[in-house]
């Protein structure tokens, strides 16, 4: 017991030093009011927009260097559209989206493959983000030669060795094609073809979850060792509460394309204030059974409103238990409740 109490301490000591580390590190990726709204049409020959899909609507937050920042909530919340847009496959429709003081949004389109090289993401389908008539040597070269990092085929031939080895294969793997592998390798070759042009910034979108849980710890150690030895900055999007807690510095929880908590880990999971983020961790399953037999659940109400019509005000409070009269007037603003935990909730 006291070695077990020793070790926890020890842990609680490096986080809140890597905590305090991140504060003074420099801003890397600033969001500032993004919105991305679909349209939604009509009409076989003559198209109209008759409405608006309104996947995120209105986000802020910032990633320093060397942090991971987790982005978790229900599908269909927003979070893909919002990595899509800053790796710009989706042009987002207001707002500013700024990678080391440039602006995304205002890059033409040589300047943002430019800029690509510092901007990587590992996808959430290891199956379909794999050419399959390709063998796993070119796929992971692929990126070098249409960066010209490695011009020369001798060095490309030993940085995908290299990188093999990093993610935990054997460099032999790089004359074997996708369908040879299994689902951890597949997504270990992923991580693999993301680091190959060195970059600063990936956007782990669902990375890890079409994987067995065994494979998903491997898979989550061993982005968090490439973190530490690359100084690399992570937005990890997930909806598994439990994988982001071990992993994520920070946390911003969204609801219907707008955060609605954001807070350092331990601080979220300790003390979750937003009605919406105390739902979702009561609905983490506990290992123990007695203590899960015991415990409250929190059950939310109703069912997720449609992006396409949204409700006014906050977009929680048809399901929300604390939820007043002004809860469905006014768009609760992202205020500091407590130093570095951010809610959006009138009621806090």
């Known amino acids: 017991m006291a070695s077990a109490k020793i070790a926890m301490d020890a842990a609680l000591e490096q986080r809140r030093r890597t905590q305090m580390r991140l504060a003074q590190a420099p801003v890397l990726v600033t969001v500032r009011n993004l919105k991305m709204h679909f349209p939604v049409t009509e009409g076989a020959l003559f198209r109209r927009v008759v409405g ?3 996947a995120v609507d209105g986000i802020s937050f910032t990633i320093r260097k060397g942090e991971t920042l987790g982005l978790v909530g229900e599908s269909g919340c927003g979070k893909t559209t919002t990595g899509r847009c800053i790796l710009r496959l989706e042009h987002a429709t207001d707002g500013e989206i700024l990678f080391d003081g440039r602006n995304l949004l205002e890059l033409d389109r040589k300047e943002m493959n430019a800029l690509r090289r510092k901007i990587q993401v590992i996808f959430q389908d290891p199956y ?35 990188l093999l080895r990093l993610c935990g294969l054997d460099p032999r793997f790089a004359d074997r094609y996708p369908h040879e592998m299994s689902g951890g390798q597949r997504q270990r070759v992923g991580i693999a073809r993301a680091l190959s042009v060195r970059p600063e910034f990936i956007i782990c979108d669902e990375a890890i979850s079409a994987l067995d849980v065994s494979i998903q710890a491997q898979i989550i150690n061993l982005l968090e ?13 997930a909806h598994d509460l439990s994988v982001v807690r071990h992993l994520c510095h920070r946390v911003a929880v969204m609801y219907l394309g707008r955060i609605v908590e954001l807070a350092e880990c331990d601080e979220l999971y300790g003390n979750p204030r937003h009605p919406y983020t105390q739902a979702l961790l009561a609905a983490v399953p506990v290992p123990d059974p007695e203590i899960e037999r015991r415990r409250a659940h929190t059950i939310v109400k109703g069912e997720v409103p449609s992006p396409i019509n949204p409700p006014s005000g906050c977009v929680f409070h048809p399901r929300c238990p604390l939820a007043v009269g002004e809860c469905s007037r006014a768009v609760p603003e992202l205020r500091e409740v407590m130093p570095g935990h951010f809610v959006a909730c009138p009621r806090v």
């Open 225 to 237: 060792d490439l973190r530490d030895q690359f100084g690399l900055t992570y937005l990890f999007i």
């Open 52 to 54: 608006q899909v309104k």
């Open 128 to 162: 379909s983000s794999l050419n399959p008539r390709m063998k796993i040597g070119d796929i992971i070269a692929e990126p070098m030669l249409v960066h010209g990092t490695e011009p020369d085929r001798a060095a490309r031939e030993a940085r995908v060795a290299e």
